[in-house]
């Protein structure tokens, strides 16, 4: 039996809403009964309880007060609310603090009692029989078919925010690999949902209803969501709030993404800037990401690629620090699609500025990246022509127009920035260094380097390791 206690300060309403129902038939039994909040405290302190019905407005400790007394000091206890109020204000402060329910006492009638007391009765059974559940150990399974999932969206993770939902506060909360579950009550509407995550997490939890759960072991259950429901969020398409996921599909995508090779060939492929100006080759890129479903680690480097490799020749900076600071709210496809299409714009802005053709501005961009590949090699002004096909003359004057500078001038910018590379990540000698560098004489590398850079290649090495 469900032992209950009601606590109104209005003694015949107490009384009233005792007789009124026949608690008996739900398995419920009233053990006691108080007038205010104190009281209430002294009777739970002598009257084991498993529910409390509290009235909301009481004189002295207001019922508020007392759902927070009741979770610090008994924290079996479930409170269900009964109040004359049925304002979202009130409800949304009473579910906060961790009730289970409420009670609107000016629409309780005999007609619905019963449906309301079931329905309540109903979802304590439920919530009990998902805690056993889940103490069983190493043999865990989901008894609820639905849960709400969390993921950070940013660092540091402070997962104390989410016991700010009276869904946490009324649920297991289940901990996964960077990720955190709590299983929905089968009485818990999706409105209620929305209304309740939207205001405590938006913009620092992405949630997702995942269905299909009952039954499933939590031990496999955390291997899947670990990898699947990320990746699944990433490129979610729906429009409902929070997104809708089915555990078995994500089960078969989780176990083909097992067995598959790298999922980055269109971005290697992307790395030409085509899409950036051809409609049929944008159209055919993000086609591709949706295929091929690149991780998002591998977007956001993709993403950022772009931008620090073309940031001085095709980006002002106000466009490349107006794109850095929207990468990094870019948590889905949707939000990186929207960013490349915005990059694709300076590109074409850039291009008509230049008044260079689709074709020109295409053989100067495999240009440049051959310069990047080849930059620790012997090349020259004529190797890069010959590459694309151009005159070593007419390619010297498009691309001083292209990059603003003589392609020399280029060339020794990309050679000094490999030779940084160089210094951080390898232990090679400096005349090493400048010779993988495409430098034949080292003495004339240290000193562009110091003018350059602020400082001779030795002591840069030496200050960026001590970073």
């Not at 009384?15 to 038939?25: A, C, E, N, R, V």
């Not at 979202?88 to 309301?116: C, M, P, S, W």
């Not at 939890?205 to 899947?224: D, F």
């Not at 003495?443 to 002591?459: H, N």
Request: proline residues 4%.
């Amino acid at each position: 039996m469900i032992k209950a206690v009601v606590v109104d300060d209005e003694r015949l309403v107490r009384k009233g809403f005792i007789s009124l129902i026949d608690w008996p038939s739900f398995g419920v039994v009233i053990v006691g009964e108080a007038g205010d909040g104190n009281a209430a405290l002294a009777l739970l302190r002598e009257q084991e309880a498993d529910l409390l019905f509290v009235d909301i407005t009481m004189p002295g400790m207001s019922g508020f007060d007392l759902i927070r007394q009741v979770r610090q000091r008994f924290p079996a206890i479930r409170c269900v609310v009964l109040t004359c109020h049925h304002e979202f204000d009130y409800v949304q402060e009473a579910l906060r603090l961790g009730a289970v329910d409420y009670i609107v006492k000016t629409l309780l009638e005999v007609e619905n009692a019963d449906e309301t007391i079931s329905r309540l009765v109903e979802r304590i059974k439920w919530e009990d029989s998902t805690r056993e559940s889940l103490s069983r150990g190493a043999g865990m399974v989901m008894t609820a078919d639905r849960a709400v999932l969390y993921l950070p969206l940013k660092a540091p993770i402070n997962e104390e925010e989410l016991f700010q939902l009276s869904l946490v506060k009324n649920q297991p909360l289940i901990a996964l690999r960077e990720q955190w579950m709590s299983p929905l009550p089968q009485r818990f509407s999706e409105q209620e949902l929305q209304r309740e995550l939207s205001p405590v997490l938006d913009g620092r939890w992405q949630t997702a209803l995942v269905s299909g759960l009952r039954g499933q072991s939590l031990q496999e259950l955390e291997e899947v969501l670990a990898k699947a429901a990320r990746m699944a969020l990433f490129y979610y398409s729906g429009e409902e709030e929070p997104a809708r996921l089915s555990y078995p599909e994500l089960k078969l995508a989780w176990a083909s993404d097992r067995n598959a090779s790298g999922k980055e060939p269109v971005l290697q492929a992307a790395q030409n800037l085509r899409w950036t100006i051809e409609r049929a080759d944008w159209e055919e890129f993000t086609a591709g990401v949706l295929c091929q479903q690149p991780s998002p680690e591998a977007i956001a480097a993709f993403g950022h690629a772009m931008l620090q490799s073309w940031s001085p020749l095709l980006l002002t900076p106000d466009e490349a620090a107006e794109l850095a600071a929207a990468a990094g709210g870019n948590v889905n496809w949707c939000r990186w699609k929207q960013w490349l299409r915005q990059f694709a714009a300076h590109i074409q802005r850039r291009m008509v500025e230049l008044g260079l053709s689709k074709e020109l501005m295409f053989c100067l961009i495999r240009a440049v990246r051959y310069m990047k590949q080849h930059a620790g090699d012997k090349i020259n002004q004529g190797d890069v022509a010959a590459y694309i096909n151009m005159s070593r003359g007419y390619f010297s004057q498009c691309f001083a127009r292209f990059a603003g500078e003589s392609f020399g001038e280029v060339l020794r910018g990309m050679r000094l920035e490999l030779a940084k590379s160089l210094l951080l990540e390898t232990n090679y000698p400096v005349h090493e260094i400048a010779c993988r560098s495409g430098f034949e004489d080292d003495r004339y590398f240290s000193r562009l380097f110091r003018e350059r850079v602020g400082r001779l290649p030795s002591d840069y090495r030496a200050e960026r390791m001590k970073l």
